[in-house]
């Protein structure tokens, strides 16, 4: 039950699925809309959809069938009632001509007037502009809105129930000053048989002096039985309330002779090595007797038992054997009626012990087509064991094996793998089975690996890049992709000699990097390097017990040495004190200090004079002999320690 939605501009609701986006009322007989889409920090439109609507009922019927499908939980109206909005429909320029129908965003839809957007991410903000070719119809752009899930607010309170054993009627009342909604889902159990499952069921509204009654009426019902019901609400645009509470109904008609089974339970009674059943039940008019049924089947054939006195509430089938399913029902038979069959329970004698531990020491090996397993039992009561065999390391594994006796403590089992798939990896493991019939957990499982399949895929792709600090990160292709065998793989380096034309290697290949299948990846970063060193790689794809690929070409890299630029800005002067020397202070950073050399006319070879923190660019000598000509060249040393070129020189005549 909702009101109409009626809007002159643009207007968008949040809904289950999407947002809804409401044009106005203007219905695009003989002219279209077309609406886009943005998100709202995006200055890009993208096109939703164009409409324009053939008023034919065929045209009608399909727009209704396109709309169901991206949110079925509207209710699609049936022929009398959709004939009515066809007839309205050939007739109506503006949506106020559809009277009820503006209440449904799913006819709103099938009539043009608006759009389910289900095309959206969760906690995404967005906008829409609608234009479109009639003059009627101005451009219009709505407020931003999020896709966020809502939950509106319904006070519900159950009313009553009506069970009629052909039916069950049910009533939940909400305030008319409250938040009324649109519809709602119905969900039933067979109680101690089912879970709660949505139904179909006949609904509809009805209204008194301060309440609206949500009347339900579920026809798909059977006399004698209990059921629970509750109801989820939700709005027009199909977001769901507060589920309600769940009420018991029993589906007895008034003054009925027959009691309806509440509790019915079969459990192991190990100190008396029976099934003990237990049960209760309405009060009984006239209750004659209860018979109880038994089968080793669910579907049956169903045996009498036992015939019981109305006051028994308990009964003990001793005549079971143990880790046994048996199945149960309950006849409950008045002095004029024969009772219906009551809810199945099933009951099994548990074993006393417990198989706690797994065989031990598990081994395989493989010899032609045949594989041996052997392991150690673990505890004494085992009476013997099953055998589990799975494709693939992490398949499902399934029993292969008959109960193979043994109270010996090394066992063995030979399996036959001839017809099994030769490109195939086989799993297997054990289970102990002890002598109160319970089996204990799987032990560790072996592999075998037929000989077609040790053939592993040599990686290829290899490639090497250098990052900061000197580092190099090496790829290759996922080779996963190609077997499934591969479970990870071996990184080989060696120094190379750093020369263009020759890679001739200086050491032998060491593994530097090892992974496998619980952390598997085609990538590694080498922060080893050394600057002005040359490095070969190469890579191994690696399998279950030690089988290895060949090893795919190398690729070298060089790590050439990144030396800082030298100090520019050189100049010198004098104070007839000393010769100063200055130089701009660099840009760069994770600089360490500067050197300052000097030599004179006599020698050209420079000679390091001074060593300055970084911070300081200007270096004063003193105490030099006159009569000479002086030069001077400053270099940089970075954090590592890599010292620049020399400057550009520059000189001085000292007199």
Same mark, same amino acid.
Request: charged share 20%; proline share 5%; no cysteine.
């Given at each position: ?434 002598? $109160?019939?319970? %089996?204990?957990?799987?032990? @560790?499982? *072996?592999?075998?690996? &037929?000989? +077609?399949? !040790?053939?592993?895929? #040599? ?92 090893? $795919?070409?190398? %690729?070298?890299?060089?790590? @050439?040495? *990144?030396?800082?630029? &030298?100090? +520019?800005? !050189?100049?010198?002067? #004098? ?81």
């Amino acid at each position: 039950m909702s009101a109409p939605i009626f809007s002159q501009n643009l207007q968008t609701y949040v809904g289950k699925n999407g947002i809804f986006i409401l044009f106005g009322k203007n219905i695009p007989i003989n002219f279209n809309y077309q609406l886009e889409r943005k998100i709202a920090a995006s200055t890009e439109w993208e096109p939703v959809t164009n409409i324009t609507v053939d008023r034919s009922t065929q045209s009608l019927l399909l727009r209704l069938r396109q709309a169901h499908r991206k949110n079925s939980f509207y209710e699609v109206p049936g022929d009398t009632v959709f004939k009515r909005f066809s007839k309205l429909m050939n007739r109506a320029v503006i949506s106020d001509s559809l009277y009820e129908f503006n209440a449904s965003p799913l006819m709103l839809e099938t009539a043009g007037l608006g759009y389910f957007d289900t095309e959206v991410q969760a906690n995404q903000t967005y906008q829409y502009r609608l234009t479109s070719n009639s003059p009627k119809v101005s451009e219009q752009t709505s407020a931003p809105i999020r896709f966020v899930a809502q939950k509106p607010k319904y006070e519900l309170v159950f009313n009553k129930s009506l069970p009629e054993e052909d039916l069950v009627g049910l009533e939940w009342r909400i305030s008319k000053r409250g938040n009324l909604p649109f519809s709602w889902k119905v969900y039933r159990q067979y109680y101690l048989q089912t879970t709660m499952q949505e139904i179909p069921v006949i609904k509809f509204f009805t209204a008194s002096r301060d309440s609206v009654i949500l009347r339900t009426i579920d026809r798909q019902t059977s006399a004698k039985r209990l059921y629970r019901y509750m109801i989820i609400p939700y709005d027009a645009f199909g977001n769901e309330g507060t589920p309600s509470d769940t009420i018991l109904v029993k589906n007895v008609k008034p003054y009925s002779d027959i009691p309806i089974l509440q509790h019915f339970t079969a459990d192991s009674d190990n100190q008396r090595r029976g099934i003990l059943l237990k049960w209760s039940f309405d009060k009984a008019i006239a209750l004659k007797d209860l018979q109880l049924y038994r089968s080793k089947s669910f579907e049956g054939p169903y045996q009498a038992i036992a015939t019981l006195q109305p006051a028994d509430t308990t009964y003990l089938d001793s005549k079971v054997e143990p880790i046994e399913t048996y199945f149960y029902y309950l006849q409950m038979n008045s002095l004029y009626n024969q009772g219906y069959p009551s809810v199945k329970v099933a009951g099994m004698l548990e074993g006393i012990e417990q198989a706690v531990l797994p065989p031990k020491n598990l081994t395989i090996k493989q010899q032609g087509t045949t594989v041996t397993l052997s392991w150690t039992r673990s505890e004494r009561n085992t009476r013997g064991y099953y055998v589990y065999r799975g494709e693939g390391y992490k398949g499902k594994q399934v029993q292969v094996s008959d109960l193979v006796y043994s109270k010996d403590s090394l066992v063995s089992y030979t399996d036959n793998i001839q017809n099994l798939d030769s490109t195939q990896v086989y799993s297997y493991s054990v289970v102990s089975f002890n002598t $109160s019939y319970n %089996t204990s957990p799987n032990s @560790n499982s *072996v592999y075998t690996v &037929p000989s +077609a399949a !040790l053939s592993l895929p #040599t990686p290829i792709g290899l490639a090497a890049y250098r990052q900061s600090n000197n580092k190099v990160l090496v790829i290759w292709k996922d080779m996963t992709v190609i077997s499934p065998y591969v479970t990870g793989y071996e990184l080989y380096r060696r120094e190379v000699e750093v020369n263009p034309t020759s890679n001739k290697a200086l050491d032998d290949y060491k593994i530097i990097f090892q992974n496998s299948v619980a952390n598997i990846q085609n990538s590694f970063i080498d922060s080893l390097g050394i600057a002005g060193k040359s490095y070969e790689y190469a890579v191994k794809s690696v399998g279950h017990y030690n089988f290895q690929s060949a090893l $795919s070409a190398p %690729t070298t890299i060089l790590l @050439n040495k *990144v030396l800082p630029p &030298p100090p +520019a800005g !050189l100049k010198v002067i #004098t104070d007839n004190q000393s010769i100063i020397v200055e130089w701009d202070k660099p840009a760069l950073k994770n600089l360490k200090n500067y050197k300052v050399y000097r030599f004179d006319s006599q020698s050209r070879t420079p000679l390091l004079v001074q060593t300055l923190p970084v911070g300081i660019n200007t270096y004063k000598d003193a105490g030099l002999p006159k009569g000479k000509d002086y030069f001077y060249k400053v270099s940089v040393v970075d954090s590592q320690n890599q010292e620049s070129i020399l400057s550009d020189e520059v000189g001085i005549s000292w007199q």
